[in-house]
């Protein structure tokens, strides 16, 4: 199921305000969310050097840099999906690169199970937004897209 123009529209439009903040923010408050509210996915970062004793604070995770490089690259990566989401071949070729790429460490399609309520969360505290407004619900749909998208990519490198 396709995104509307006008769904196009909000998605790009909240994203550019969130950006704002700058995109390591962006990505370390989508990372911490996730690894607060999905404590055992931090196990899957073991590159990154983190601590898995212990409560994770943002501040611990701006220091790391291999932390604020990561997390510049996702919110970098919804970006590009955002300036692609309505050039169909691009996005194709961009999400399944995306899905071999988490294929070969070792993620599963459903470990993205978890990141859309995290998305949804930090856009909606972000933006300030109720759950029912209609940007969050272009999200919804919007990562719908990614999601299949990076899935179908994973299986292909899979075979």
């Not at 692609?84 to 070792?106: I, R, S």
């Not at 459903?110 to 109720?130: C, K, S, T, W």
């Amino acid at each position: 199921m396709g995104l509307t123009t006008e769904e196009i529209e909000l998605l790009r439009s909240s994203w550019n305000e969130m950006k704002t903040i700058g995109m390591k923010e962006l990505g370390l408050l989508i990372f911490h969310r996730l690894f607060s509210d999905v404590p055992r996915i931090r196990k899957m970062f073991y590159n990154l050097e983190l601590p898995d004793d212990e409560t994770l604070t943002l501040e611990a995770m701006r220091s790391n840099q291999k932390m604020s490089r990561h997390a510049t690259r996702i919110a970098t990566s919804i970006s590009t999906y955002l300036k692609l989401v309505d050039q169909p071949e691009e996005l194709k070729t961009f999400l399944n690169g995306l899905g071999e790429l988490h294929a070969g460490h070792n993620v599963e399609p459903e470990d993205f199970e978890y990141l859309a309520p995290v998305m949804l969360a930090v856009i909606g505290g972000q933006l300030n937004l109720n759950s029912n407004s209609a940007i969050l619900q272009a999200w919804v749909k919007a990562y719908g897209v990614l999601r299949n998208g990076i899935v179908r990519g994973m299986y292909a490198y899979k075979g």
